[in-house]
Structures are given as structure tokens and as C-alpha cells.
């Protein structure tokens, strides 16, 4: 079975640019979230989506969107990009949403603003 | 604020040695679910095993172990035989019911020396 994917791999925009990310979850999974890294920050969560809808939302500016689509496939959104957006940006699928779900992370969209 | 605290920046051990990578963490909840996480220099985030809350039993999957103590809110993660390609950066996560995602410590650089 397929992990998860996620184009694209790498992305070069200037501040105040917008950019949307995407991610296909494994096969099966309906259950998308987003994570943000960094070095200074570390790993932090964006969002959640589950049949369409967003469950859980961090705390992150309102410039960060997202959504998923029918096929559980999601796009991220950053509009007016800053410097610190620069980020690896993760996504992971589960099979459903919940705590007890175990989360499969994609291989990341590597992003520079510059 | 829920927290996720890995004590030891990096470590460093022989090959075919043990290594044990410290996590504890701070919530009031009583149910959740624990995790460690792989990140090796592709980036790709690796899950290496779950433990959930309410299991006294520790979990273990082949040469990697957990020492779950919940009292003491602590998650240690046990490598027996250590082989060069466990050379990455370990996360230590938690997620509860309702939450945000999960919450991830700022991880351990583990260096496999040959």
C-alpha cells in the first residue's frame, strides 16, 4: 500500500506570496493533519481534517487554511507569506480521527521564503 | 499547557549496544495515547511504536521497547542492538481525546558509532 504523499517536495516564494501544499493520504484513510517544523519551534500542530470538515485547529494566524477534499486528499493554504514561514511542512493521514488513531506522516513539502 | 520534555539533546552510542532515550510529560488527562517517532535525514517522520495510556504492559516491536511509567508521566524508549541505520532523530508525541494534534517533545539526535 502507498504511504502518504506530498507535493511538492520543495518550494522557493517570496514574502507575501501565497502557496498551497497538498497531500494524499494512504488508501483507506479518511483522517488528514499538517504540522509545522522548524528548528526554533520544533513540531507543531496546524490542523485536522476528517470527512471534509476540520476537527482541531492549532494556534497558528488565520493566514493558514486548509481543506479535504471528497477523496480525503487535503491542500494547506499560506497566504501573504512571512520569512518564518519557512518551515517543513508534514502531513499525516490515520485511518480515522481520534486519539487513538496512530498518524503516518508523509515525506514533508520543504518551504523557503525568501 | 500540555508538554512533551526530552531531557537529552543527543546521544551517542557503540553499534550492537543498548541506548535508552528519556520522555516525560505533563497532562491532567487520564487517557491517551503515547508515541515515539523516527526522523532520519529524509525527513520522513517513521513511526516506532505506541503505547496506549491505559495498558500497564510496555509496549515492544522487535529490538525497540518502551518503559512506560505513568505515574511519574515518563515514556522512555529502549534500542537493543543498536544498528547504524537508527541513527536519527527521535520524537517523543502524545495525543488525548479533544486534542490539538499531537504534542511533540523537541526530540534526541542519536548518533550509532561503528
Known amino acids: 500500500k502507498a504511504g502518504v504523499t506530498q507535493t511538492p517536495r520543495y518550494l522557493i516564494k517570496t514574502r507575501g506570496q501565497q502557496v498551497t501544499l497538498s497531500c494524499s493520504p494512504i488508501?483507506?484513510?479518511?483522517?488528514v493533519s499538517w504540522y509545522q517544523q522548524t528548528p526554533g519551534q520544533g513540531l507543531q500542530f496546524l490542523f485536522e481534517?476528517?470527512?471534509?470538515?476540520?476537527?482541531n485547529k492549532g494556534n497558528f494566524p488565520g493566514r493558514f487554511s486548509g481543506r479535504q477534499f471528497s477523496n480525503s486528499r487535503s491542500e494547506m493554504n499560506v497566504s501573504t507569506l512571512e520569512l518564518g514561514d519557512s518551515a517543513l511542512y508534514l502531513c499525516?493521514?490515520?485511518?480515522?480521527?481520534?486519539?487513538?488513531?496512530?498518524?503516518?506522516f508523509g515525506p514533508g513539502t520543504r518551504l523557503l521564503v525568501l | 499547557a500540555q508538554t512533551v520534555t526530552q531531557s537529552q539533546p543527543e546521544m551517542s552510542v557503540q553499534e550492537a549496544e543498548t541506548v535508552t532515550l528519556s520522555c516525560t510529560y505533563d497532562t491532567s488527562e487520564s487517557d491517551y495515547y503515547l508515541f515515539w517517532y523516527k526522523q532520519p535525514p529524509s525527513r520522513q517522520m517513521i513511526l516506532v511504536i505506541r503505547q496506549e495510556a491505559y495498558k500497564q504492559q510496555n509496549a515492544t516491536e522487535n529490538r525497540f521497547s518502551v518503559n512506560f511509567q505513568k505515574a511519574a508521566k515518563s515514556f522512555s524508549l529502549k534500542i537493543s542492538d543498536s544498528q547504524l541505520g537508527d541513527a536519527a532523530m527521535y520524537f517523543c508525541a502524545y495525543r488525548t481525546g479533544g486534542a490539538d494534534g499531537l504534542t511533540f517533545g523537541k526530540g534526541t539526535h542519536l548518533i550509532i558509532q561503528p
Open positions: 481534517y476528517f470527512s471534509e470538515t476540520q476537527r
Open positions: 499525516a493521514s490515520s485511518l480515522s480521527a481520534g486519539q487513538q488513531e496512530t498518524q503516518y
Open positions: 488508501s483507506g484513510h479518511r483522517s
